[in-house]
């Protein structure tokens, strides 16, 4: 029974993830959510999110997260094998800090994104981590990869 119950439960946060409105619906969704943001600060955060293959927003860093949400994440990402991830501690900059939740429009922090892409929160990444989607994405993105085709594509690179 509560299996069926995490699968409903993932599959809402999946839904949530990537519902999508009336055009109506959205443009008044980002003029409540995105009028406070800068276009310099919406250029950083564009800048930041496209240049690291996973980067989290998160209260701390990954060597000291100040919050037990950013902790999690941290623990979930090196669980799943992600050695090198950036991290944006949102306590240095309160720009930074309210500005990628109007980014996102996702109100709470830590904030995980893959290859450009906003995944979520410490919620979703534990469900993600719990169903397995999150090993799939991070596989189908490339940012980590079977021990097997790891020492098969270095033995390959140090042949060529």
Wanted: net charge neutral; charged share 25%; proline share 2%.
């Amino acid at each position: 029974m509560s299996s069926s119950l995490f699968a409903r439960t993932s599959a809402l946060f999946a839904a949530r993830r990537t519902a999508s409105l009336p055009s109506a619906a959205t443009a008044f969704r980002a003029s409540i959510f995105q009028r406070n943001i800068s276009d310099d600060l919406k250029a950083r955060l564009d800048d930041a999110v496209k240049s690291h293959d996973v980067l989290v927003f998160m209260k701390g860093n990954k060597a000291a997260p100040q919050c037990g949400f950013s902790r999690a994440v941290v623990q979930i990402l090196g669980l799943q094998g992600v050695q090198d991830f950036k991290t944006v501690n949102v306590l240095a900059d309160e720009e930074v800090r309210s500005g990628i939740k109007e980014y996102t429009s996702w109100p709470t922090i830590p904030q995980v994104f893959v290859k450009g892409e906003f995944v979520g929160g410490c919620d979703i990444l534990i469900n993600m981590h719990q169903s397995g989607e999150l090993d799939t994405l991070l596989r189908e993105k490339g940012v980590i990869v079977d021990k097997d085709t790891a020492a098969a594509a270095a033995e390959e690179h140090k042949g060529a």
